[in-house]
């Protein structure tokens, strides 16, 4: 397990509330899954910011009692794909993926060659995450080494789960945006021994998409992943059909997108895959093989109008999927509005995304799939207390809607669908508050 700050939190500390979180998968459409642990109005005991344990009845004196009585309690949420520097161009109009990159997104990610603004931007961005209640994440900086240095440094200071690392692109990328393949080695390697495995921080070599690559940079990025089987690997893949064509010109001998990335051995039980709307059962079949993932973003596919993913054919293949805003081309960082809008998503395909599939793929199952539950993800006693605390409703609409719900799955389903940032109260991480509410 991961080496944590000690200051501040040796404390016992004891929070009442709706205790809700997994202890396995939830099957496709169960809504009555024994997936699902629900302990209402139970008591979660935090020492030294590790969970110690749940009780019914309150603890004795000496615990620090926080009642949050008739409060829904979670893990915090893991976005397991979100880009740091695009905080500058969320909510851009009118472009789909190749535009919006060469309009917005390249020029805004030139400005973080320098430190300040890397520095001002993790700021922000982490921020950001706890004001949603995500206490994880799996994030793109830059190409510039500086970028992730930042993020790093930033993530360190709030002791955050995170995972990053520089991102490669040597070809198709504007001046003051594009690397080549010794120098960008020499950071990769300078930010892994800096930073991988330090407190919560993990490196993952980060590879923009194969059209930004060459050959030559990503066979680089496959050894640095084959010398260090701890490291992550994070791409996008199959976002967008214009993109999947560029890419079967460029690599006329891959079968497919994906098989660019098994090609070069980018494609292992670490690497988080954005996207992968356009794959077929072949690829599904390599995803599970090899144990990588497909990060799922409704909100920017939806956005950019890049596709509808189909998330049951993924559970079918038995491919893992994880749950991401992938800000800027998602308008959110919010992973509740991001499960609202995967539902929408399998519901254009006629198919239904439970309440328990969504929160399972944006706690346990993103947990597992990165392969940290054992630190991350649930409210077992040993993980260490990131969690969020959030209001069923805030306004009177949801109060309602609260009231007449008659399962759980009713009342979970109906919040995921209607709450978002207000209805947070605090977020915790690894115990210590680092997002309140303000006004309570
Ligand atoms: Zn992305």
């Known amino acids: ?41 139970h008591w979660l005991l935090i020492e030294n910011g590790r969970i110690a344990g749940v009780q019914a009845e309150a603890p004795p004196e000496g615990w620090e009692r926080h009642d949050h009585g008739g409060r829904l309690i979670m893990p915090g949420f893991i976005d397991t794909h979100v880009h740091m520097p695009q905080l500058d161009v969320i ?20 400005r973080y060659a320098d430190p300040k603004c890397s520095e001002a931007g993790a700021g922000l961005f982490l921020g950001a995450l706890l004001a949603n209640g995500t206490t994880s994440a799996v994030v793109f900086p830059t190409a510039h080494k500086v970028s992730a240095d930042a993020l790093f440094a930033a993530a360190q200071q709030r002791g955050m789960r995170v995972v990053t690392g520089k991102v490669l692109q040597d070809r198709h990328s504007p001046d003051g945006l594009r690397d080549d393949v010794t120098q960008a080695e020499k950071d990769c390697i300078d930010l892994i021994q800096r930073w991988h495995g330090r ?22 990025a496959g050894a640095l992943c084959a010398a260090d089987p701890t490291l992550y690997m994070q791409t996008h893949v199959a976002e967008n059909r214009d993109e999947v064509r560029w890419v079967r010109e460029l690599f006329p001998e891959a079968r497919s997108y994906l098989d660019v990335y098994a090609r070069a051995g980018l494609l292992h039980r670490r690497s988080v895959l954005a996207h992968g709307v356009w794959l077929d059962d072949d690829d599904r079949a390599a995803l599970r093989e090899s144990g990588a993932h497909i990060a799922h973003s409704p909100s ?5 109008g890049s596709g509808l993913f189909d998330w049951n054919a993924a559970v079918q293949t038995g491919a893992a999927v994880s749950l991401a805003s992938d800000v800027g081309g998602g308008t959110s960082l919010s ?65 309602r809607r609260m009231d007449v719900a008659r399962s759980l799955h009713e009342k979970a389903f109906a919040w995921m669908t209607l709450a978002d940032d207000r209805n947070l109260v605090e977020t915790r991480v690894a115990g210590v508050v680092r997002h309140r509410r303000t006004g309570g």
């Open 300 to 304: 920017s596919n939806l956005f950019l």
């Open 91 to 110: 909510a851009s109009y009118g472009t789909e993926l190749l535009d919006w990159l060469e309009n917005y997104t390249f020029p805004a990610e030139i």
């Open 335 to 399: 992973m509740i509005r991001t499960m609202a809008d995967a539902y929408k998503v399998q519901a254009m395909g006629g198919k239904r995304l439970t309440a328990w599939k969504a929160l399972h793929s944006a706690t346990l199952g993103a947990a597992q799939a990165l392969m940290l539950d054992d630190e991350i993800g649930s409210l077992e006693p040993g993980r260490i207390a990131d969690l969020a605390i959030w209001d069923w409703a805030v306004e009177p609409v949801g109060r």
């Open 199 to 220: 407190d919560r921080l993990a490196y993952a070599v980060t590879v923009r998409f194969a059209p930004t690559s060459t050959p030559a940079q990503l066979a680089m």
């Open 1 to 41: 397990m991961s080496a944590i700050p000690t200051a501040s939190h040796a404390t016992r500390i004891a929070l009442r509330g709706d205790l809700l979180d997994f202890t396995g998968e939830p099957g496709w459409g169960d809504v009555d899954t024994a997936a699902v642990r629900w302990r209402p109005n």
